[in-house]
């Protein structure tokens, strides 16, 4: 197990990088706690790999410093930070067997034979490949490849392991097996982990904390919870979780409890906001698919729609509904199946939610 105190603290302060007249990152300044699993999380563009290259040293910015320990690492070239890297491609030597492999980079560190053998049996052993130490590359699996890499970054006990979109060339069952193994490889090393994915449901399975990129910019940083529960802007809303928005009208707030109006006319009271509205501005109402219900609850809202379709998975059915205004929003009610069938064998009613567990942002 790795010692205490073996991974590093990472701080950023103002990073930014221009490739021409792009500005692939603006004024980005984050700290990396130390043993910390931070996913980076975002849409194509938006900076994350670029920010993960210039903790790496491929990349050199163009504004800001970056820090490990206290120490300015800026300008330290890659071979200098002893970060572990796996990538998408898993960039494995063709011609090297599996042991091969997992043993370059401590050759490399001119670590000795025995030394060599032990840490390879051992790495063999943490990512399930006892039995496939001589084969090639070419005779493992799309998972197997994946491990071996994994295995190999972390062979030298790096203080920090960068890993760049590493399962999204994987299926569904191979990547929720690797993800597992990710997760227990952190919990018994505790070396700290930076993750690229643009897959919000394997940042949210992985990860301490998530920074959600934007545009070069990170718009949220957080916990899984604190991003799904506590959305900071509508984009935050929009990409983590399933969401719908409905048109609606400010009227007032009163002690941070706004009554708004929606596209059908009806009126809804209850609705936290923490952002000043003016009387009359257009604004969207966020509700969680799973935040709507069947029947009336204490508190709740209705409103009145037409069930158009529905579909089944597994532990609940979705529901496509169409307001009153025309609109169509994504419903996955918790209530039981007979009672979500009986619903919706109705072609129209009404479904209800928490005004109170809804977000208000601006139109």
């Not at 938006?46 to 993960?52: A, D, H, I, Q, V």
């Not at 916990?223 to 409905?246: H, K, M, Q």
């Not at 966020?286 to 998975?313: K, Q, Y």
Request: net charge neutral; charged share 25%.
């Amino acid at each position: 197990m790795q010692q205490p105190g073996r991974a590093a603290e990472i701080k950023a302060i103002g990073i930014g990088k221009s490739f021409g007249s792009f500005r692939a990152l603006d004024d980005l300044t984050l700290d990396i706690g130390r043993g910390e699993f931070l996913t980076l999380l975002g849409p194509s563009g938006s900076g994350k790999t670029t920010f993960l290259m210039i903790l790496a040293g491929f990349v050199q910015p163009t504004d800001g410093r970056l820090y490990s320990d206290g120490v300015d690492i800026t300008e330290r070239p890659a071979e200098q930070r002893a970060a572990g890297m796996v990538f998408q491609g898993y960039a494995l030597f063709p011609h090297m067997s599996v042991e091969a492999n997992i043993a370059f980079p401590l050759k490399v560190r001119k670590k000795s034979s025995a030394e060599i053998k032990r840490r390879v049996g051992e790495m063999i052993e943490r990512v399930g490949l006892k039995g496939h130490e001589k084969k090639l590359p070419s005779q493992l699996s799309g998972g197997q490849q994946q491990r071996v890499a994994l295995a190999r970054a972390l062979a030298y006990d790096p203080p920090i392991l960068l890993m760049d979109e590493p399962l999204s060339a994987l299926d569904k069952k191979l990547r929720e097996e690797i993800q597992a193994e990710i997760r227990r490889i952190h919990r018994e090393t505790g070396v700290t982990i930076l993750y690229v994915t643009h897959d919000q449901d394997e940042a949210l399975h992985l990860s301490d904390r998530i920074a959600l990129f934007r545009e070069g910019r990170i718009e949220q940083i957080g916990t899984g919870e604190d991003l799904y529960l506590r959305p900071a802007s509508e984009f935050v809303a929009s990409f983590i979780g399933n969401s719908n928005f409905l048109p609606a009208e400010h009227l007032e707030t009163i002690n941070g409890s706004a009554t708004i109006r929606l596209a059908d006319g009806s009126v809804v009271s209850g609705v936290r906001i923490d952002q000043d509205f003016s009387h009359g501005q257009k604004t969207r109402l966020m509700v969680r698919p799973e935040a709507f219900r069947l029947r009336p609850g204490p508190a709740t809202a209705g409103l009145a729609v037409e069930f158009v379709d529905t579909a089944f998975f597994g532990e609940r059915r979705r529901v496509i509904a169409r307001t009153a205004a025309g609109q169509e929003i994504d419903v996955r009610p918790t209530s039981d199946m007979a009672e979500a069938q009986e619903g919706i064998a109705s072609s129209r009613q009404q479904i209800f939610f928490d005004p109170a567990a809804a977000f208000l942002f601006p139109a």
